[in-house]
Structure formats: C-alpha cells, structure tokens
C-alpha cells in the first residue's frame, strides 16, 4: 500500500528489509530541507503579520501549529477567478465608506467561514475566491487566507457587492392573480394579497409588498421585510425598470413604439417608456411588450388609453432583474441569493 508524503503525494512502495533504509533518511533529509525553508519563510512579514501574530505556546515549534483543515493548503487562484458568487447583499452593515482596511480580531471569526454561512460558495470555495482577490474587508482586499473578523461590525464585500448573514430578511415573488387587491388586509372585506401571505404574518414576519398592481392587473408582486430596498425599488430617482405584457384592443402599429418613447402627455404629466416590442395582431387586438420605470397609479393602462389602445388584459413579467418565469398565478417563491443580489445592485446598495 502506497503511503503517503506530507504534502499529500503517495510516496514509493517500501520493499521490505530494514525501515531506517537509505531511502528512508533521504526522506527525512528532504523533509528537513522543507522544514528550513518553511521557517525561512516563517521570518517574513506578511500581510496582517502586524495585527495578528499570536505566540506559540512555551517549547513549541511554531511551525507545528495545527492546519485549519486536513490535506493541501494550495488553494487554487485559476477556479477561483470563474467561481460563481452566491452572496446575498445586507442591508444592516455599517454603511458606506471604504473602511480603513481589514483588521484582525483575535476572537473573531475566519473570513471564508463567513463567507461559507452567508452562502457565498463552500468554505473551500471561499478560500479560492479570496485567493483572487474577489474579497474586500473595510475596503482592503484580503488576499490572506484565515483571517479573523467581526462579521457583525466589519463591511465585507464579494465581487464590489457587500454580504452579512441575516436569516431574518424575507424576500418573495408573488405572481398576483387577477380580482387580488395589493393590500396586505382590506378594511371591506376584499381579496387582498395578504390572504395569500396570512399564514407567514401570524408565525410573525412582518411583510409588505412593494409598489402596487391594481385589481385588474396581474404578475409579478414583490414581498419584503426589507424596508430600505423596498424604499428604492419604488423611488423614481431609482429607474428599476419594469416589464408589462399589454393585450390591447385595436391593431397597433409598429410606429406607436416611437411615439411612447417620445413621451406622452397625461394629466399628471408626461410618460415616457425605455423599450417597446409589437408581439402579436390578430382578429382586432394586439399583444405589446413595453418596459418603464415609472411607478404611477394606472400608468400603463393610462398611457396606452391615451395613445388609442386601451388595455383588455395587462400582466407585469419583470421588476428589475426578477422575472415572474413560469411561476403560475397566486403562487409565492423565495428569490434566490442571484436575484436578491441583482436587486441590491440595481438601486445601489
């Protein structure tokens, strides 16, 4: 059986006779070479080696330290330059300054352990983004593996894009059938989106939808407990597009795109949209696709009334980054870490 070396290679086969043989002291002859250069490389300064050496323990080698994990400790940099990031945003971190670079705490927490629990990628994955220098710690990049922090205070970022653990955060899709009022309860009694989320409230999240689709209008309804995001996903100053599929009555033609785009006049002032797509014209109706980041009260059916097509049927299919999909209607799914952060992203946090 082949045994194995101590940087994890198998080594050759003994064959027998004496164990201290001389290939057995040329082992250990080469072994001592590496443990002179491991200690020659120990007397270098390292990055964090000023705020993070610990002693050893009185009579111990300092290189017999134990690993923090079995095996090779050769993270490889090449996988983790094309590792996907998982990471899903915060909301409670200390706000928005670069930081004054990565601090060790003696009793924190190793850096990709908290990447790990925020579901960034697996420990071994974190180590290899870190290796890349896709990690950023109070505006340092880290490229040392083991470092301990204080997830709670520090700012970490992945890919520009700052990550914590918070289990307590909540975020949804709704694809919000027709005759649904977006109300989380309606004083007359009347369907609302809150009857689909009852059960969640009274085990006691605290949820609220984000913007509003009227009765009539059907799709994707965002739900949260993040009250910052909601807040700019709303917010004009913010422009998170949104995408309606639009049945109108009338045979559109392909030049109404150029007028929307210009803008249009309504009471309330004008309206403007980003992109508009003719899908369909059959037996006098016509199915659009139009995308706007406005967020007034019937903004899209006002629009096309004013234009001559009013809207028979109006489904919102994207806010931002998240699409409704194949999700059928009155059904609720958990945004994924991808979704959440694309979202965080598109109104800058």
């Known amino acids: 059986m082949a045994s194995a070396s101590r940087d994890g290679t198998p080594g050759r ?29 120990a007397g270098k300064k390292g990055a964090f080696a000023g705020k993070r050496g610990k002693p050893g323990a009185p009579g111990q080698h300092p290189s017999s330290r134990k690993p923090h994990r079995k095996g090779s400790s050769h993270v490889d940099v090449e996988s983790g330059k094309i590792r996907l990031n998982n990471s899903k945003p915060a909301r409670n971190q200390i706000a928005n300054g670069e930081g004054e670079g990565a601090t060790y705490v ?26 890349a220098g896709r990690v ?30 918070d289990e307590t955060k909540q975020y949804l899709a709704l694809n919000k059938p027709k005759g649904l009022h977006s109300t989380m309860s309606d004083e007359q009694l009347r369907p609302s989106v809150g009857d689909l989320v009852a059960e969640r409230v009274m085990a006691g999240q605290r949820l609220f939808h984000v913007g509003r689709l009227d009765a ?9 407990n993040d009250g910052e995001l909601a807040h700019r996903l709303m917010h004009p100053s913010f422009e998170v597009p949104k995408t309606y599929l639009a049945t109108v009555r009338g045979e559109v033609h392909r030049g109404l795109g150029r007028v929307l785009r210009e803008g249009v006049e309504l009471d309330d002032g004008p309206v403007r949209i980003d992109k508009f797509a003719l899908l369909e014209v059959h037996q006098g109706e016509s199915l659009v696709r139009l995308t706007l980041h406005e967020g007034r009260k019937r903004v ?17 299919t994207d806010i931002g980054p998240v699409a409704l999909g194949k999700q059928r209607p009155g059904s609720i799914r958990v945004l994924d870490n991808r979704e959440i952060g694309a979202l965080y992203k598109a109104v800058g946090m």
């Not at 004496?18 to 020659?40: E, M, T, V």
């Not at 352990?113 to 071994?124: I, Y």
């Open 136 to 165: 950023e710690v109070d505006g340092e990049i880290v490229l040392e593996q083991g470092l301990r922090i204080n997830p709670d205070t520090a700012i970490i970022k992945v890919d520009g894009a700052r990550v914590v653990i």
């Open 300 to 316: 899209v059916r006002r629009l096309l009334a004013e234009v001559g097509f009013p809207v028979i049927r109006l489904v919102r």
């Open 13 to 41: 086969r003994r064959e027998g006779g004496n164990p201290r043989s001389s290939d057995s002291n040329n082992a250990r002859g080469k072994s001592s070479g590496k443990g002179a250069a491991s200690r020659g490389a």
């Open 216 to 224: 009539d209008t059907e799709g994707l309804l965002l739900l949260t």
């Open 106 to 131: 003696a009793d924190g927490m190793r850096l990709q352990k908290v990447l790990a629990a925020a579901g960034v990628a697996s420990r071994r994955g974190a180590e290899e983004l870190i290796a």
